[in-house]
């Protein structure tokens, strides 16, 4: 068997467990652990339940800068700027990241992706994240027994992914965030247009924000033109459909990829399956 | 009925039995303690200690690795000991030399770094990487007249060569199984057929587990080769990542090993496959290296592989018939760290929470860093607070063998 050069969600998904399996083995810090694809979009993110909230968008940005630069930032830091780092993001808006702990995905010598992780010291976040580059070349999967946000996550997201697969409806993004609206969980499943994961994540951070799905929300606030949207602060407003609030344990699900209309029904009924 | 397992009580467990496990099982067999060395297959360093290049770093080699590595750390260190392993444990050792051929101003520049860092590292007793007196003759600047005195056959593209005289080769699986039998003769014992498939820590003690034995051992040294992260998983005890390398080897006979002398090898441009040639201690050739990252079971020997190998000698030596005097190919797999940088490095070290549990991962140039590597284990566990005393009876020439 060898390994197909594309990155797909099942081999980000491998990657993540891969560093989760690592981290937990070797007692380190929960975190954040994202894996990005050729253009520094999003295919994958997990956020353990203890990990810090922040953590999310440190691992994005890392496995970004991977991803746009085709090097680790362990290069960037000590061969390429040497101290003079920052330079890079006049243009970047700090984005880009020479924290270590952020590598490009190789395969058959070529950089497919990114792999970032935040949440421990820059040696153990290197580490972590090289154990997520030798997971992608493991032809076992990876057990691993994660805390109970993580894990519903998980099984929220795999029952989005049926229902969309069992009705042939077009491949969505999903993101699952917390009671404060951080994300514990984003998927981008293949075929899935990039600029749908924002959408998804602004959906679910929408429910979570006030307790309600997304497009409920101009019920209570009325129709708002202007509203915080702040990337860097994880601050989102999106009230279209396909945002559900959950509250428990988890805050909430948005799905993004059909009509406003189709991600609703797509989020409800996976809901549905799973008695939440 | 389930089988009742055997039981073995050890001091120390070595798991895998090649290159890495028999030298430092011999190291280990100076001092006083029980030794067991379990290895999956029925004779010594049949895997990555088999399919390699059989080179033997003694000089430009090992000065071109990154300092500060153990990889730099363990293999310069070993330069001085391979002679004096040789005459003690009886392989051959051949010393080759390595050309390193120029084609232009560029590879000129390159190679005059390396010759200056050769000098240094030989004679300033402050370097990181110091190459005792007398174990080093100097690198030199060949032009083409004398680059053909040396290889008659070689292409005429190449206007010199930095020449390293000290460059060797063995058969790894040899110097392993010398290794090994030397142990052996000072009371190490060995398994064969013996797969550890389960590990369990009981009471401080580790317990390893086989379909014939479980192996009761206060220490186990993990040095399975490319399983090692499998093995050391079983353990919690993976505290490092690697990805493994394959690389394909071709191996042409002995009538064109005639016409060449020396280890030949251009700088790869733009390509990551190793570009050389060299005789091995047998009097053949072994030209490559095909390296590609993949999964270890895809072990097939690829058509482009070979053709890389082929054209690799063709371009060395135009005039050669290689294609009529294939004796074989195989591909072999090392283990390689930070594989997105390619700041490869050894791993010897005690997991930060499994104590007594010691992990070797060599990678490239393993076996010619073999000599230190017993050292290197015996310092880390006493750092631990393990307590080594020598017998007072090693002998470190007698060899007895290892299948029963
Ligand atoms: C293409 C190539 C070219 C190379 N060229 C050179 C060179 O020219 N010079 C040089 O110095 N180095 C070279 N190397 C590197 C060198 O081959 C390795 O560093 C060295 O052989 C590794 O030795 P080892 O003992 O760690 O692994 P191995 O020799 O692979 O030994 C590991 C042993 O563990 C056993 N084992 C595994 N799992 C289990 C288990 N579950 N239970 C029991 N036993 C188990 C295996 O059967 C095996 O015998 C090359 C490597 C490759 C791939």
């Known amino acids: ?276 | 009925m389930p089988k009742v397992l055997e039981t073995i009580n050890t001091d120390i467990s070595i798991i895998g039995a090649g290159i890495a496990g028999s030298a430092i099982a011999r190291e280990l067999s100076k001092y006083d303690l029980s030794i067991t060395v379990i290895e999956q297959k029925n004779d010594i360093g049949l895997e990555g200690t088999t399919t390699n290049h059989a080179l033997v770093c003694q000089g430009a080699d090992s000065l071109t690795f990154r300092p500060g590595t153990l990889h730099a750390e363990l293999n310069i260190k070993s330069i001085p000991l391979w002679p004096k392993l040789a005459e003690e444990l009886n392989f051959k050792f051949r010393r080759i030399g390595g050309l390193w051929l120029i084609r232009d101003n560029s590879d000129f520049k390159k190679f005059q770094k390396m010759y200056s860092r050769a000098f240094k590292s030989s004679l300033d007793p402050k370097s990181p990487l110091l190459i005792p007196e007398g174990s080093f003759i100097p690198l030199k600047f060949l032009n083409k007249k004398e680059l053909k005195n040396e290889e008659p056959e070689i292409s005429d593209e190449f206007f010199g060569a930095l020449y390293d005289p000290n460059l060797a080769t063995v058969n790894p699986p040899e110097v392993a199984k010398a290794y090994a039998e030397n142990a052996k003769a000072n009371g190490t014992e060995f398994l064969f057929n013996t797969k550890i498939n389960n590990i369990k820590r009981v009471s401080g003690k580790f317990e390893l587990y086989s379909d014939k034995y479980i192996i009761k051992t206060d220490i186990v040294i993990n040095a399975s080769g490319i399983e090692a992260d499998k093995i050391a998983e079983l353990a919690k005890a993976r505290d490092f990542s690697y990805v493994p390398f394959k690389g394909t080897i071709v191996e042409f006979d002995d009538e064109l090993g005639k016409m060449i002398n020396h280890e030949t090898l251009i700088l790869p441009r733009g390509s990551p496959h190793m570009q050389l040639i060299s005789p091995t201690y047998d009097g053949k050739l072994r030209a490559g290296i095909y390296l590609e990252m993949t999964f270890r079971s895809n072990k097939e020997i690829k058509d482009y592989a070979i053709k890389h190998a082929i054209n690799v000698s063709k371009t060395l030596y135009p005039g050669l018939p290689f294609e009529n005097h294939i004796l074989k190919s195989f591909t072999g797999f090392m283990a390689m760290t930070n594989p997105d940088t390619g700041w490869h490095d050894f791993v010897i070290g005690i997991p930060e929470f499994v104590p007594n549990w010691v992990n070797v991962i060599l990678g490239p140039a393993g076996v010619s860093a073999s000599p230190m590597l017993g050292k290197k284990v015996v310092e880390i566990l006493s750092k631990s607070g393990v307590r080594f005393e020598e017998k007072k009876n090693y002998q470190p020439s007698i060899r007895k063998g290892v299948i029963s």
């Not at chain 1, 020479?98 to 421990?120: K, Y």
């Not at chain 1, 994880?234 to 945002?243: C, I, K, L, M, V």
Request: aromatic share 6%; charged share 20%; proline share 3%.
């Open chain 1, 1 to 276: 068997m060898s390994l197909n050069n594309t990155l797909n969600l099942n081999l980000a998904r491998k990657i993540i467990n891969a560093m989760i399996s690592f981290s937990m083995d070797n007692n380190m810090l929960p975190g954040s652990y994202a894996v990005t694809d050729s253009g520094g979009h999003v295919v994958a993110l997990e956020r353990r339940d203890s990990a810090l909230p922040a953590t999310v968008d440190l691992a994005i940005d890392k496995a970004w800068t991977a991803s746009v630069m085709k090097l680790s930032a362990k290069v960037l830091d000590q061969v390429i700027t040497r101290g003079e780092g920052w330079r890079l993001n006049v243009k970047y808006h700090g984005r880009m990241t020479l924290i270590h702990g952020a590598i490009p995905l190789i395969i058959q010598g070529e950089v497919v992706g990114g792999i970032g992780h935040s949440g421990e010291s820059i040696e153990g976040d290197e580490k972590i994240a090289q154990a997520g580059f030798a997971g992608a070349y493991r032809e076992e999967e990876f057990e691993t027994n994660v805390e109970k946000g993580l894990e519903i996550s998980r099984s929220i997201a795999e029952s989005v992914i049926n229902y969309v697969n069992s009705n042939k409806l077009k491949p969505v993004a999903i993101t699952i965030t917390d009671v404060n609206g951080w994300p514990l969980l984003i998927y981008r499943m293949d075929g899935t247009p990039y600029g749908f994961v924002e959408i998804s994540r602004s959906r679910a951070w929408t429910s979570s924000a006030f307790k309600l799905n997304s497009h409920e929300v101009t019920k209570i606030v009325g129709e708002i033109i202007e509203c915080p949207n702040g990337e860097d602060s994880n601050e989102r407003f999106n009230t279209s459909q396909g945002g559900i609030y959950i509250g428990n344990i988890i805050g909430s699900l948005g799905v993004a990829g059909n009509s406003p209309e189709e991600d609703y029904k797509i989020a409800t009924n996976s809901l549905k399956s799973l008695n939440i």
